[in-house]
């Protein structure tokens, strides 16, 4: 949130409390290149061991400023010689009675003009209220404190009108930049996850192998394929199997970080760049989903090589799939912003998987009003664009061997052999592909509006 502002001041409050070494050394060198690039960061902190990074440092015990400068020189001021910081504190806790050690050897002087200013003094100063007394008569002092006190420029009084501030806004490319970014690496840092993405997609396609014929999208004998129906089983569960990795990929990627979106929201994060980065990334994810998936079915399942309408058969499957996927991406986006919790997300992925398979037209036949409610499922334009690109119709047209001379299953006689959803023409797959196209932009905008309505909870 903080860097998404890209303010010119930090005030961070125990930043590197419950880290472990490396990750405290980490978050220090972090901040050192934040004070580089021209930024303040000013942090409370009780960890000394990288103490170093700091230009300078500010002691505080019981109230009382014991030190400001830099922390080399601290290491001079309270007469440490093995360089540890932690000794420091030692130092400047307890009381300062006369028979203190550390009174007798570094603080005499200042015991002597305590006593002066309070006589007849019952109660020994703390150790504190004598460093800071040292402080305060040290040339550290005039450099780093009063010196530069004297320089700035006055203090406005209640009466100065207030100058207004100009309220730095993020462009929308770099908030993007940051947010894509960061959820690339978390996405590859939670490598559990990231592993059962990725298997889903050859496992799958290594079961699909196992069931499939290998003639399933080419043969040359009608009633050895069972005609269409075989084709058809095949590109339902590519479809299908696409719509679920896009669903399952995004259905928990806003959910489980809606705390930190709202907090976001308040420093200036926009809605755009947040929803097209998680876009992207998932995007990517799903091109090698999309890849694997493909690459291990076309091992044996054998595509036909001169049917495509605008492309190759190959190139036009891998499209439509890579539609689809994408598709039920901005779908799974709308199922995760709608849910409060990332449970009541993973429990609504399968009402919107079922209808997937209902009204995809293998199943069961699609009439009636079966055929608008089709219309609203990402698998029934995919299967549709994968009918053209295999050109199911063609399937028709094969010899029949059966000495019966009966008509395959899944054809009739005449005109009615024909499919129009399976049309073979560039008019009717771009159509598709428009279609699917146009159902993500509308998921997605629909994702942004609930994320708007976020806002009333923040």
Not at 179 to 205: E, G, K, S, V
Request: with cysteine.
């Amino acid at each position: 949130a903080e860097l998404l502002a890209d303010p010119s001041l930090f005030f961070l409050d125990e930043p590197t409390s419950g880290l472990d070494p490396g990750l405290e050394k980490k978050m220090m060198y972090t901040l050192r290149r934040l004070a580089d690039s021209g930024r303040t960061v000013v942090l409370v902190t009780h960890a000394t061991a990288n103490i170093m990074q700091c230009d300078h440092v500010a002691f505080l015990a019981a109230g009382c400023l014991v030190y400001f400068g830099p922390p080399a020189e601290a290491l001079t001021f309270f007469n440490v010689n093995g360089g540890d910081f932690a000794d420091i504190y030692t130092k400047i806790e307890g009381r300062g009675d006369p028979h203190n050690p550390i009174v007798q050897r570094d603080l005499q002087a200042e015991y002597q003009a305590w006593q002066a200013a309070h006589p007849g003094g019952q109660i020994a100063p703390s150790l504190a209220e004598l460093w800071e007394l040292k402080y305060r008569a040290s040339s550290s002092y005039q450099s780093y404190v009063a010196g530069r006190l004297g320089q700035g420029p006055p203090v406005a009084t209640a009466q100065r009108a207030i100058a207004p501030q100009r309220q730095h806004r993020v462009s929308p490319l770099r908030q993007f930049g940051i947010l894509a970014r960061r959820f690339f690496d978390l996405t590859l840092h939670d490598r559990r996850n990231l592993l059962i993405l990725l298997l889903q997609a050859p496992i799958i396609a290594l079961l699909l192998l196992l069931v499939a014929r290998s003639d399933a999208l080419t043969g040359a004998q009608a009633i050895d394929l069972i005609q269409r129906g075989e084709a058809k089983k095949v590109l339902f569960m590519l479809a299908t199997v696409s719509v679920w990795f896009g669903i399952i990929n995004a259905a928990r990627e806003i959910t489980k970080e809606l705390p930190i979106f709202q907090r976001e929201r308040l420093v200036n994060l926009r809605i755009g760049p947040y929803l097209i980065s998680k876009i992207v990334v998932l995007s990517a994810l799903i091109v090698v989903q999309t890849l694997v998936l493909l690459g291990i079915v076309a091992l044996n399942v054998h595509l036909p090589v001169d049917t495509g309408v605008l492309l190759p058969p190959l190139v036009e499957i891998f499209v439509t799939l890579l539609l689809t996927a994408m598709t039920g991406m901005a779908l799974g986006l709308v199922i995760s912003a709608a849910a409060d919790s990332s449970d009541r997300a993973i429990s609504i992925v399968p009402l919107a998987l079922i209808p997937q398979i209902l009204f995809a037209g293998l199943i069961f036949t699609i009439e009636g009003l079966a055929t608008p409610l089709s219309w609203l499922t990402i698998s029934r334009w995919s299967m549709d664009a994968l009918g053209m690109s295999v050109d199911l119709n063609r399937l028709c047209n094969l010899s029949n061997t059966d000495s019966s001379g009966s008509i395959p299953p899944g054809c009739s006689p005449g005109f009615l052999d024909v499919d129009p959803a399976f049309t073979h023409s560039p008019a009717a797959l771009l159509g598709r592909w428009a279609a699917l196209l146009l159902y993500s932009l509308i998921c997605v905008a629909l994702t942004a509006w609930l994320l708007r309505r976020r806002e009333r909870q923040i």
